[in-house]
């Protein structure tokens, strides 16, 4: 289970917090996969992890703030907060997220799976930019396998 808040650094850069549950270990798996895999990584389609923290029982991961949430919150929010996507937004946003796939699955050193790429885990910044975000269920592409996983990932 995790929940996000908004914050703020001291300098006054507004930030997002994500914390996990620590009490399952599928929360320290999925904090510490994604530390590891978004951490090395820098891209303009992928949300940027300011930071980390450990305290106790407290798992706490720091990006950067996203103005328009979730293309989720965007495209099936309240009315409120649904967003008019013209067809060159919807593009840009399209275009966005492939960018940042064909990036992590051809063009980083690391050749990384999602997994798990979905509205929700996809982010929009101000000018719409998309970033995708949640790496915690993310995998490396070894390429020395011989087989394919057919194992379930990723969320309903």
Not at 117 to 141: E, H, M, Q, W, Y
Request: glycine share 8%; proline share 2%; net charge negative.
């Amino acid at each position: 289970m995790e929940e996000l808040a908004q914050g703020q650094l001291s300098e006054g850069t507004v930030i997002a917090v994500k914390q996990l549950s620590s009490k399952s270990r599928q929360g320290n798996r999925e904090f510490l996969n994604e530390i590891g895999m978004i951490s090395c990584l820098q891209h303009p389609n992928l949300v940027k992890l300011q930071g980390c923290c450990v305290d106790g029982e407290q798992l706490l991961l720091v990006y950067e703030y996203m103005e328009n949430n979730s293309l989720a919150h965007v495209l099936f929010g309240s009315e409120e907060s649904q967003l008019m996507l013209d067809w060159p937004a919807r593009f840009k946003i399209c275009l966005g997220i492939a960018r940042g796939l064909a990036f992590l699955h051809e063009e980083s050193r690391l050749k990384i799976v999602h997994r798990d790429i979905k509205a929700t885990n996809v982010l929009l910044d101000g000018d719409l930019n998309p970033k995708i975000s949640d790496f915690g269920l993310a995998r490396l592409n070894e390429e020395e396998k011989t087989h394919i996983s057919t194992r379930v990932a990723g969320t309903m």
